[in-house]
């Protein structure tokens, strides 16, 4: 990028309250809102066949939690997904590996997907939830909260997520069944 546009770019972000990361424009969480309501934390998922084929077992994760290498390493496993079988056909699992490695944490702009990546560094984590990031953000979680029946795990993202699957995860939108709100 060349330092004009990189110094026009930096003013821009410094009037919207913005933070600028290797010339990624990265909004703080309470910034950058559409509409009244904040952009995506994570590019929601926007392909209907990973949607229907893994959305129909777990929450679609969106591909911004984790690297290209992390996601071509759980495609070329389906045949032993965590203890099940997810083979797919080999058109339908080499488009959407094609869908998650475009759009993984390391190919996209994204505020929390930078963290992630920053978290990361060289590993090739398999889930989401062992990444050191995300298990920062549950550490005030208590474990009782995970066998109210309609978390289960912290894998279920839209348990408590109200607007996970539009790739938000604010704390304010947080709602713990039984609970209610989240509040720190």
Same mark, same amino acid.
């Given at each position: 990028?060349?330092?004009?546009?990189?110094?026009?770019?930096? &003013? /821009? %972000?410094?009037?919207?309250?913005?933070?600028?990361?290797?010339? =990624?424009?990265? *909004?703080? $969480?309470?910034?950058?809102? +559409?509409?009244?309501?904040?952009?995506?934390?994570?590019?929601?998922?926007?392909?209907?066949?990973?949607?229907?084929?893994?959305?129909?077992?777990?929450?679609?994760?969106?591909?911004?939690?984790?690297?290209?290498?992390?996601?071509?390493?759980?495609?070329?496993?389906?045949?032993?997904?965590?203890?099940?079988?997810?083979? &797919? /056909? %080999?058109?339908?699992?080499?488009?959407?590996?094609?869908?998650? =490695?475009?759009? *993984?944490? $390391?190919?996209?702009?994204? +505020?929390?997907?930078?963290?992630?990546?920053?978290?990361?560094?060289?590993?090739?984590?398999?889930?989401?939830?062992?990444?050191?990031?995300?298990?920062?953000?549950?550490?005030?979680?208590?474990?009782?909260?995970?066998?109210?029946?309609?978390?289960?795990?912290?894998?279920?993202?839209?348990?408590?997520?109200?607007?996970?699957?539009?790739?938000?995860?604010?704390?304010?939108?947080?709602?713990?069944?039984?609970?209610?709100?989240?509040?720190?």
């Amino acid at each position: 990028m060349n330092k004009l546009r990189f110094s026009l770019l930096a &003013l /821009a %972000a410094i009037a919207l309250g913005t933070v600028v990361l290797g010339g =990624v424009v990265l *909004a703080d $969480d309470d910034d950058d809102k +559409r509409g009244g309501r904040r952009a995506p934390d994570v590019m929601p998922v926007e392909f209907a066949l990973y949607q229907s084929e893994c959305g129909s077992c777990h929450f679609a994760f969106q591909p911004g939690f984790l690297p290209a290498r992390s996601w071509r390493q759980l495609m070329g496993g389906l045949a032993d997904h965590f203890g099940d079988s997810a083979e &797919l /056909a %080999a058109d339908d699992r080499q488009a959407i590996e094609a869908y998650l =490695v475009t759009n *993984a944490a $390391d190919r996209v702009a994204g +505020r929390r997907s930078a963290k992630f990546m920053q978290s990361i560094g060289r590993d090739t984590p398999l889930r989401i939830t062992e990444v050191r990031y995300f298990r920062s953000k549950h550490d005030e979680v208590p474990a009782r909260l995970l066998k109210h029946e309609q978390i289960g795990s912290f894998s279920n993202c839209i348990a408590c997520h109200t607007r996970a699957e539009q790739g938000s995860y604010a704390e304010r939108e947080i709602r713990i069944p039984g609970i209610g709100r989240w509040e720190d």
